[in-house]
């Protein structure tokens, strides 16, 4: 105390004679307040403990509550990131899973398409090739063909499509270009009149709307007459180029969907200016190994540029289909697709051949009354090499 008397007083001058009773009485006061320190000094340290103990305590909680994992949902802003990682995780995988499915139907849909092709002997090449037709009924169930159509066919006998029909049909159908190589005698008329009355939908008065090239007048007529067939009990109007049609006719006036023509009258008709082929949808060159011979190739020109409409289809039918064909029609179309039935440039499978020798001209002759003796019985189709040996016979 005297210590802590001298600190205080430090400095300073006391006379402690002259003050001694005033003294005595402050060193009683402070002997009280040290014992009332030291008895406060032992609670103090009896609390001392207590608050250690708290502190420790308060520690272990910070440590618990560091070490603890956060609760779930406790943070809004984490939770609501998260969802949104799951949701477009979700979305992914539900994207990744309508992809996979529809690959696998694509690649279910391309085998089936592929063993039905190889049933019928179908060979095909190009991109995005529809599905051949499995049956007439396909056409008013996926494209929507007209009564008439259907009815026509099944009073002509045709129950099922033959396999130039179930292929270039549907290609046409889809509005691609298309070449075709089938036999004769395999239904490439009603593969190529079908389809185009089909997109052609109804009659119009605004003009020729199809054309159909073929090499001869005979083979021109026929396809006229067969495709008169397919349109009764329609609007339609299918005409023939005859000469005096060329002469007189005035196309302006005269209502006609489907023109079929040679190319040298239908050439003429151009010329003369008598024709208006802009509003042409459909070019069919029927026989198109002939109809790109060298002796017919200006007049083939002349047609493809006077059908100067840019959204029209060209397609090519032929029996046979040669290497120079298929550039030349490669040239004229535009991601064509290409149908052959069979093998190209080879025979028919369903006709019967046979080579017999003679030795002269008089030779041909008996050997053909020997042939109508035997077996052939009217109509016959005899094929010769120019007009004057047709003449001869």
């Known amino acids: 105390m005297e210590k802590s008397v001298s600190f205080l007083f430090g400095g300073t001058n006391f006379n402690r004679k002259k003050f001694a009773p005033d003294f005595a009485k402050f060193k009683n006061c402070t002997e009280e307040d040290d014992d009332s320190n030291k008895k406060l000094s032992f609670f103090e340290e009896e609390e001392e403990p207590e608050k250690k103990k708290n502190i420790v305590s308060s520690k272990k909680r910070k440590r618990k509550s560091a070490n603890s994992e956060p609760v779930e949902g406790f943070d809004v802003f984490k939770s609501s990131k998260k969802a949104l990682v799951e ?14 499915n529809s690959k696998k139907e694509l690649n279910q849909r391309m085998e089936k398409d592929a063993l039905s092709r190889k049933q019928y002997n179908i060979h095909v090449s190009g ?43 549907p290609v046409l159908l889809s509005g691609r270009e298309c070449f075709a190589c089938a036999p004769t005698g395999s239904g490439k008329t009603f593969a190529f009149i079908c389809p185009m009355l089909m997109k052609l939908k109804r009659p119009s008065t605004d003009g020729i709307r199809a054309i159909i090239l073929s090499p001869a007048r005979e083979l021109a007529a026929q396809t006229a007459r067969e495709g008169k067939k397919l349109i009764k009990g329609s609007k339609f109007h299918i005409r023939l180029m005859t000469k005096p049609l060329v002469k007189t006719a005035d196309f302006s006036k005269l209502p006609c969907d489907v023109l079929i023509s040679t190319p040298m009258r239908l050439k003429r008709a151009i010329k003369a200016r008598k024709i208006d082929l802009s509003k042409v949808e459909y070019l069919v060159l029927d026989e198109s190994d002939k109809l790109f011979e060298q002796s017919l190739l200006k007049q083939i020109d002349c047609v493809v540029k006077a059908c100067s409409n840019p959204s029209i289809i060209r397609s090519l039918f032929s029996a046979t289909l040669p290497d120079f064909v298929e550039e030349l029609a490669r040239s004229i179309m535009h991601d064509a697709v290409r149908v052959i039935i069979g093998r190209k440039n080879t ?30 019985n009217p109509p016959v189709l005899i094929f010769v090499q120019s007009k004057e040996r047709k003449g001869t016979l």
């Open 87 to 100: 949701g477009k995780k979700e979305e992914q995988n539900t994207k990744n899973e309508i992809l996979e």
């Open 127 to 169: 991109n995005n090739i529809p599905p051949p037709l499995k049956s007439f009924a396909e056409l008013s169930s996926r494209y929507g063909c007209k009564r008439y159509i259907l009815r026509n066919l099944a009073e002509l006998g045709f129950k099922e499509p033959t396999p130039i029909q179930r292929q270039a049909i």
């Open 347 to 376: 025979a028919s499978e369903t006709v019967k051949q046979k080579l017999v020798f003679a030795g002269t001209e008089e030779g041909k002759l008996i050997a053909l009354r020997q042939r109508f003796a035997e077996s052939l």
